[in-house]
Structures are given as structure tokens and as C-alpha cells.
């Protein structure tokens, strides 16, 4: 750090940390496999924290490492307060979170709060303890309609697919906003609110530095009698009245927790995986007062295309200024189609989109996937993300620029929404859950000794990390080169955008001098004097050529 307003913005060993961080997502059952049972564990990460260490990001997020029957990845949780015996044991956490800070990497765990799993101790308990009991209360049971209870009490489908309610043995039914193994939870109880004050106390316990909350905006309802048809519940407004998303008295569990948070020193962070309607409504989660931090997935649903990359960093950027949090940028993560494949398809493609009330696959099929371009187009995309103030999260496997993986067949696919058809993609999300390739060569490509929990394609060994680490121009040489240099540039939270006289050019500056510009389309563009200034990014004859981005930055910056 040489200069002051750098050094100024460098928040790393602040309580603000987060701003601004670098963080990774590792899908845990998909990273490193150590005891060779087919499923990523805890050692496995822990034998890799070397590799976490030179990609040079700073916080890594465990996607759910918790006991589960994996119905749906991890996100059925039997256990809060405990590692899944598949994965490891309390102790190697803790090792991990040792070996972890100890390379300065801090460390982010998922909670699940809107459902646990069927097989979780409560959900047992209100099984056996039939209509009416205390224990029933802790999720939403109702009784069915018709003559003898034997309809669900609504139409409602579930984001996975199929009727929201489940019929019991006694005849009740439960609600479950996803898979059926995934009862939701009564949060007007409050012996559910205690009980995960007592889990992020835990984990905060055990040095865990924040928390991603997942679907932090459907936990409280409003089940009153007579409750909405489907096609009611479509219409409503989401304004924070609607029964079951985004209802205003979320915030009051998230204002208690983020006492919980504070209580920590360094306050313990959070970040929300929030869908809700409109950028006002998301800068509520992201309040200092409440979780801080809230997921902006604009990108995801974006094509590869500069005005829609422009506005969508705009909104962001004036809505961190409405919360006073940072953004948070995305362009992968577990539960959408890899960005490489998606910017080598066309628009649209792998991706769903909602035609009246249906979810529908949109775009050319699959066959017309352009690896290289999806390639070029990523690294130009991820480029200049890593530019943006705010943070970036990076799903694991990115960095090696994978493809969404589509040779998997029905009998070895694993998602509930493949199995019922839900609110995603046709295929499900399997394909950008396979075990990473480690190695060229060997047993499932260096991940475990026997073999892989989903199968992994030849073409992987293309993307070994092996075979990228002792390549200057693979993905992940550029991965590591941008973070390391990011680490140097990084300044003060805000932007100017430079005019370009095109279109389809982006181009702007932060407060340090340090300027992002990226090519959308084909022709290159000539970057004059500012060439020789270039510190990553490739520049042809003067000019960055088409679906590319680089990085200008003065000398004395990168020192
Ligand atoms: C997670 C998904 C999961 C769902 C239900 C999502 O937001 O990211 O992977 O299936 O929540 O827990």
C-alpha cells in the first residue's frame, strides 16, 4: 500500500472486512474428497486450504456441511450444531477454521432457517405428538379440504414442484415451501426464534467470521383463514403484506439477531439471499440494523450485453447508498447454470423465464454451446466484476472457468427440482454441483480415491487445476493474477463512468485512478495512450479486441 486513500480503503483488518471482500463458495460435498466415500468433506478442504490461500480471495462460504439426508444438497438440515459424520466431525471444523485464518481467510457458514429437514429431532417429535400438540406448533400443519380432509388446504405449488403440502399419517398436512423433506418452520413461535439465537452463537462461538442466510425473506407467514388460492396468491402485491414472501416483520428476527452479531468482536457479518420485488425492499435485509448484506443477482438473469450490465451497476450502486451496505456482485453460484455455458449459448439459454405462470426453458438448445465464447465472454464479465466496489462472490470451479456439466443421466441426477420440476432450469442444478477436476489424470480426477457422487465428464481434465496452475493463460492464472492485484487496488466504494463514444463499451474509473474497461461487442476497441498503461487484460495492436476487459491502472499503484 502506497497510497494513503488505498491504504485508507483497504478494510481487511476492520470490522467492515466484508465491504469489499473476495469471497468463495465451496459447495463442500463437490469440492475435495478426503476419505474417498464419493462425497467432498471437511478434510478434503482442509488438505486444500493452500489452493484457497494462492487464488488470494479473502473469506470462503460453506455452502451446508450439516447432517442431512441430502435430499436437497445439504439444504435439508437435520442438525444445526453438528457436522454430517460424511463430512467430518466438529474438530476438523474447527481445524479448518484454524487453518483458514491462519492464512487470513475468514470463514462464512449457510443457515437455513425456513425449514429443517424431515428427519431433524423436531419434526420427529411432531410427528409422533399428533393434532394439536406444542410440538406441531413449531411447523404449520393444517387440516386438508374436502369431505374427509383428503385435499391439500390449498392449491399451492411448491418452488420444487408439485402441491406445498404434505399429508401425514393422522391425516394433517404440512406446509413446505420446497421439497417435501423440507417442512417449513413456525416463526411465531418462539421456541424456533431461541433456537437459532443458540445456533448462530455456536458457529460464532467457533470463530465463524458471518453467515449467508438462505431465502432470508420467507420465513414469517400469514396463514389466517380463508387462505388465498393459487392464482390469488399470484396477484398479491409483494410489498411486505403478501402471506408468504418478503412480510415487513422478517426484519424484527434480523434486528434480533444482528444483536446476537454485535455482541462479537469483530460483530459477527450476515448476507441475505433475498428474491424480493424491488431494490427498496432488499435494502431493508441489508440495514446495519439487520443482516448488513443482501445477495444482488441482477447478473444472473442478465445477458452478456453492455446496457444491461450498465444499468444493473447503477441500480446496485445507488441501492447500497439507500442501505449503506456494500454490493454484492454474481455471476455463478450452486443453483444456477455455470456463467461460462451461459455466455456460450444464446440469450436466454439455461436460463428459465416465466411465461404466464409457467416456468419455461428459453433460447437454443444446448448443442449450440460456444465453449470458447462463453470463455472469453466470462473472463471479460468476471473482470469486471472484480472491478466494482463491493464485494464479489465466487462459486467454486469458476476460477477454473468450468462448464455447466450436461452429461448426467435421470438415474444419477440428484436435484428434488430435476425430479419435480419446478422453478428451475429443465435439468435441475446438478450440472454445476460435479466434484471439481484436481487432476488430469487418476481417480476422479484427483477429487477422491473411488470415484465421484455425481460424474464427472472427460473434458474436465481440460480444466485440471494441475494442468491450469502450469498454464500462464488458463482461467485460473487470470483468477489469481486479478485477485492478487485487486488486493492492491482496491480503494474507496464508488465509481465514475467514462464516457467511450460506444455503445457497446463500459468503461469507468475508481477514485485511485484505477480504470475497468470492457468490450461487449466485436469490433476492438482502441485504447490510444492508455494501452501501455494496461496491467491485465489482453490488448491487440493497441486495442482491447471484442468480448474482453481490461484493467488500467498507474505504476505506482501496482508498485
Ligand atoms: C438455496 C437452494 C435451496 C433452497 C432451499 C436456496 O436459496 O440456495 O440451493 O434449494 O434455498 O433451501
Not at 489452493?51 to 460453506?62: E, H, M, P, R, S
Not at 481445524?95 to 483458514?100: N, T
Amino acid at each position: 500500500m502506497t497510497d494513503a486513500s488505498t491504504a485508507e480503503a483497504r478494510t481487511d483488518d476492520t470490522a467492515a472486512w466484508w465491504r469489499q471482500a473476495a469471497v468463495y463458495q465451496i459447495y463442500p460435498r463437490s469440492f475435495a474428497d478426503a476419505n474417498g466415500d464419493g462425497i467432498g468433506d471437511i478434510p478434503g478442504i482442509l488438505s486444500r486450504v493452500d489452493y484457497l490461500a494462492d487464488l488470494g480471495i479473502d473469506a470462503v462460504w460453506l455452502s451446508p456441511f450439516y447432517p442431512s439426508a441430502l435430499a436437497d444438497g445439504g439444504y435439508d438440515v437435520d442438525d444445526y450444531r453438528d457436522v454430517d459424520p460424511r463430512l467430518g466431525t466438529l474438530a476438523d471444523f474447527d481445524e479448518l477454521v484454524a487453518a483458514l485464518h491462519a492464512r487470513g481467510i475468514r470463514v462464512i457458514v449457510d443457515i437455513v432457517p425456513n425449514h429443517t429437514s424431515n428427519r431433524h429431532a423436531w419434526f420427529q417429535e411432531a410427528l409422533a405428538a399428533g393434532r394439536g400438540s406444542a410440538a406441531r406448533e413449531r411447523y404449520i400443519f393444517r387440516e386438508g379440504t374436502g369431505e374427509n380432509g383428503e385435499l391439500p388446504p390449498t392449491d399451492w405449488v411448491s418452488v420444487f414442484g408439485g402441491s406445498a403440502w404434505q399429508r401425514v399419517d393422522d391425516g394433517q398436512w404440512y406446509f413446505h415451501h420446497f421439497a417435501v423433506e423440507q417442512p417449513d418452520l413456525n416463526w411465531d413461535n418462539p421456541e424456533v426464534r431461541e433456537d437459532f439465537l443458540k445456533t448462530l452463537r455456536f458457529w460464532s462461538d467457533r470463530g465463524v467470521d458471518g453467515f449467508r442466510i438462505d431465502v432470508a425473506h420467507m420465513l414469517t407467514k400469514d396463514l389466517t383463514e380463508p387462505l388465498p388460492s393459487r392464482a390469488e396468491l399470484e396477484l398479491l402485491p409483494q410489498d411486505g403484506t403478501h402471506p408468504l414472501i418478503d412480510r415487513d416483520e422478517v426484519h424484527e428476527i434480523y434486528a434480533e439477531w444482528r444483536k446476537v452479531f454485535n455482541s462479537y468482536d469483530p460483530p459477527r457479518t450476515a448476507v441475505a439471499e433475498a428474491w424480493v420485488s424491488t431494490p427498496e425492499r432488499r435494502a431493508r435485509y441489508a440495514s446495519a440494523e439487520g443482516l448488513g448484506q443482501a445477495f444482488n443477482f441482477d447478473l444472473l438473469v442478465a445477458d452478456f450485453d453492455a446496457e444491461q450490465f450498465r444499468s444493473i451497476i447503477a441500480d446496485n450502486l445507488a441501492q447500497a447508498t439507500l442501505s449503506g451496505s456494500s454490493t454484492t456482485w454474481v455471476l455463478s453460484n450452486h443453483d444456477v447454470t455455470r456463467h461460462a455455458t451461459r455466455y456460450g449459448l444464446p440469450p436466454l439459454n439455461g436460463r428459465p423465464v416465466k411465461q404466464g405462470t409457467e416456468w419455461v426453458k428459453a433460447g437454443g438448445p444446448a448443442d449450440q454451446l460456444d465453449r470458447e465464447r462463453g470463455r472469453r465472454r466470462a473472463h471479460a464479465a468476471t473482470l469486471l466484476l472484480l472491478g466494482l466496489p463491493g464485494s464479489t462472490y465466487l462459486y467454486q470451479g469458476e476460477e477454473l472457468g468450468l462448464h455447466e456439466v450436461a452429461e448426467i443421466s435421470p438415474e444419477q441426477r440428484q436435484d428434488p427440482a430435476f425430479f419435480r420440476g419446478g422453478e428451475f432450469d429443465g435439468l435441475g442444478r446438478d450440472g454445476c454441483r460435479v466434484p471439481l477436476p484436481w487432476t488430469a489424470e487418476g481417480s476422479s480426477f484427483g477429487f477422491g480415491a473411488d470415484g465421484a457422487h455425481l460424474p464427472q465428464p472427460s473434458w474436465f481434465a481440460e480444466y485440471a487445476v494441475d494442468v491450469e496452475a502450469a498454464d500462464p493463460s488458463s482461467t485460473l492464472s487470470l483468477y489469481r493474477e486479478a485477485l492478487r492485484l485487486r488486493h492492491r487496488l482496491q480503494t474507496a466504494e464508488s465509481l465514475e463512468w467514462v464516457e467511450t463514444g460506444r455503445v457497446d463499451v463500459l468503461r469507468f474509473a475508481r477514485p485511485n485512478g484505477w480504470q475497468v474497461v470492457t468490450n461487449f461487442g466485436a469490433e476492438p476497441f482502441d485504447l490510444g495512450a492508455d494501452a501501455d498503461a494496461v496491467v491485465l487484460g489482453p490488448v491487440d495492436g493497441g486495442a482491447l479486441p471484442g468480448e474482453s476487459t481490461v484493467w488500467i491502472a498507474p505504476q505506482e499503484l501496482i508498485g
